[in-house]
């Protein structure tokens, strides 16, 4: 187990709502990461958060947003979903030490399903 | 688009050496060489990650070529709880956005 926990673990949503998705990193970690999952796919980035600020993105539009709080909880928010939105969404921690990426502990994810 | 190639699948008998090649060609002078894996329905686990020298581990060994281009993640006596997608990720090492380049993977099926 990594300390990594992610809620909901399932979810079912239609076109043009728009979801949260929630996750609580390990004790002591200082950034949080989400990414985005397809069905027989890798994981893509879709962004990370160090001390509350968003601290780089990938390839996804502005409607997912996202929040870390003091306590390095976080939260994935997706407005206006589109059926292709439906994806296993990971949160992973990390403990910056100022050098690399350094180890990710994920979680268990969170799959959305948009019908 | 990621920075490694690796053969989709491999299968290896229960309780011998499971060797995963790593394809890195264009890799610069400060990235790493990380490996993670993913067993069905949870989320990736890191295994070990290496610069220029062999790493070695619990969980695994990591042997990368002297020019950098390639590396071998070798499990010494796989089990059936190693089969899993693992993925070989080259990374920046100065960066700190957390933004690792998932490929395809290779998927290990480790047979009895």
């Known amino acids: 187990e990594t300390g990594v926990t992610q809620s909901p673990t399932h979810l079912i949503k239609t076109r043009g709502q728009q979801v949260t998705l929630r996750c609580s990193s390990q004790?002591?970690?200082?950034?949080v990461s989400w990414y985005q999952q397809a069905l027989g796919q890798g994981p893509q980035f879709i962004f990370q958060?160090?001390?509350?600020?968003?601290?780089g993105r990938g390839n996804f539009p502005p409607r997912f947003s996202g929040l870390q709080f003091p306590n390095y909880s976080s939260e994935l928010n997706v407005n206006a979903l589109e059926l292709d939105d439906s994806a296993l969404y990971l949160c992973?921690?990390?403990?910056?030490?100022?050098?690399?990426?350094?180890?990710?502990?994920f979680g268990e994810g969170s799959r959305l399903t948009v019908l | 688009d990621a920075k490694t190639t690796q053969p989709p699948s491999m299968d290896c008998a229960e309780g011998r050496a499971a060797n995963l090649p790593c394809n890195h060609s264009?890799?610069?002078?400060?990235?790493?060489v990380y490996w993670y894996r993913q067993i069905h329905s949870q989320g990736p686990q890191y295994i070990i990650h290496?610069?220029?020298n062999n790493e070695t581990n619990e969980m695994a060994s990591l042997i990368i070529t002297e020019d950098r281009k390639s590396s071998t993640l070798i499990l010494p006596h796989a089990t059936l709880r190693d089969t899993a997608v693992y993925y070989c990720?080259?990374?920046?090492?100065?960066?700190?956005?957390?933004?690792?380049?998932f490929g395809q993977g290779t998927t290990l099926q480790v047979k009895p």
């Open positions: 992973a921690s990390s403990f910056w030490t100022g050098r690399g990426t350094g180890e990710l502990f």
């Open positions: 004790s002591g970690h200082n950034t």
């Open positions: 958060y160090y001390r509350e600020e968003e601290n």
């Open positions: 264009t890799i610069s002078g400060n990235e790493y």
């Open positions: 290496g610069l220029k």
């Open positions: 990720i080259a990374d920046h090492g100065s960066s700190n956005t957390g933004k690792l380049i």
